[in-house]
């Protein structure tokens, strides 16, 4: 076991789930110096000032991916760094030079960072499921031993191909450069990350975990067959790997395993008030499951704490508390006529962070056709 008041480092803080583990960090009593792009721009850090002990445990630390050097201050005597910044802008129009050269250039310059520091004792990098399990012909059952096809991923470049790619050589590239500058390093390889929030705007893993109820029908392939973690319990994983003394290796943090079919019944089942669809094109009805299997985690003591249903109850209900989702998508009457409110987002890209813009949008409707207008407007 660290000592409690260790100096740990957290990049990309601001984001979904770096802020999440810089709020578990602090209510531990950790010293965390977290990055983040603009620490002067109050919109998109005021949600980690405001957190219990930031006050006094709390540094923010101007860092950019794109700049070689920049995490050297931030990384400067501390005990481990919790790598977490990725760029994640899955419409680029040049996803090589902005999405996959600067997040396999930034793993390195971390792992630089950490040497010049000769204090970081862990590196923690937090990959993705999509460095396992992205293949033409799916496995049954996938562990640490397993890596996406690159050949296929390019072929196909389908939906986020370019986030997949970036991930998998940046891990890669770390492990060898872990290796040959003798940092320990830990992958945890989290699978789709849904529950609350304290970010301000629609977390990305949302946008695909939510879409059969927002009508984001890009998404509907990536949830075909999806494994899920609750964000919380990811954040927990983090800090027991760092605290455990004899963690090695890649971790796959995973939980639960469902098909897009089992998603919808839960949310039919558990929020009726929104109107989400039974039939998804190019998707048959009777899928099996597949297991990204955590049984390395559990093996060395993690145990995990939330279900499925916490998951989604966390998300839309913090979704619902920051108005970025409605309160229903059901016809509602009045006086004069009936009318559709949904809700529907559209992805804006800035570097490596995704800012949404939401519309709630009335139109006279009627419920046959509001999958068709969702579509239309989902995809302008």
């Not at 109050?42 to 950019?64: E, G, M, S, W, Y």
């Amino acid at each position: 076991m660290v000592k409690e008041l260790a100096t740990v480092c957290v990049t990309g803080a601001s984001g979904f789930i770096g802020s999440w583990l810089v709020m578990r960090l602090l209510e531990r009593g950790y010293t965390v110096r977290a990055t983040v792009r603009d620490p002067g721009n109050q919109k998109k850090v005021k949600h980690l000032l405001q957190l219990p002990k930031a006050d006094t445990n709390l540094t923010l630390c101007r860092a950019d991916l794109t700049e070689e050097g920049s995490f050297d201050e931030a990384v400067k005597g501390c005990h481990a760094v919790f790598h977490m910044a990725t760029p994640m802008d899955f419409e680029s129009e040049d996803p090589e030079n902005e999405v996959i050269k600067p997040t396999v250039k930034g793993v390195l310059d971390i792992v630089k960072a950490c040497v010049k520091a000769k204090t970081v004792k862990k590196l923690i990098y937090t990959s993705s499921a999509g460095t396992v399990n992205v293949r033409e012909h799916q496995l049954p059952v996938y562990d640490e031993s397993n890596w996406s096809d690159m050949d296929f991923i390019y072929s196909k470049k389908m939906t986020a191909w370019m986030y997949f790619v970036s991930k998998t050589l940046a891990e890669k590239a770390a492990w060898q450069a872990a290796k040959e500058n003798n940092i320990e390093f830990i992958s945890i390889i989290p699978t789709l990350v849904v529950g609350p929030f304290i970010t301000p705007t629609f977390p990305p893993s949302l946008i695909t975990a939510l879409s059969p109820l927002t009508g984001n029908e890009a998404h509907y392939s990536i949830i075909k067959q999806c494994q899920y973690v609750h964000l919380d319990d990811l954040c927990e994983s983090h800090i027991f790997l760092y605290e455990h003394p004899t963690a090695q290796g890649r971790y796959i943090c995973s939980s639960h395993d469902a098909t897009i079919h089992d998603v919808v019944k839960l949310i039919r089942e558990k929020w009726p008030e929104y109107d989400v669809p039974t039939e998804f094109k190019g998707i048959e009805k009777d899928l099996p499951v597949i297991s990204f299997s955590s049984q390395k985690l559990m093996d060395i003591g993690f145990t995990f704490k939330y279900n499925l249903e916490d998951m989604f109850k966390g998300a839309i209900e913090t979704c619902r508390e920051k108005g970025l989702l409605p309160d229903s998508t059901t016809l509602q009457e009045n006086d004069q006529h009936k009318e559709f409110l949904f809700c529907v987002t559209e992805n804006h890209h800035s570097g490596h962070e995704k800012n949404l813009l939401h519309h709630f949008i009335k139109t006279d409707a009627i419920v046959k056709e509001t999958r068709g207008v969702t579509k239309s407007l989902t995809t302008a």
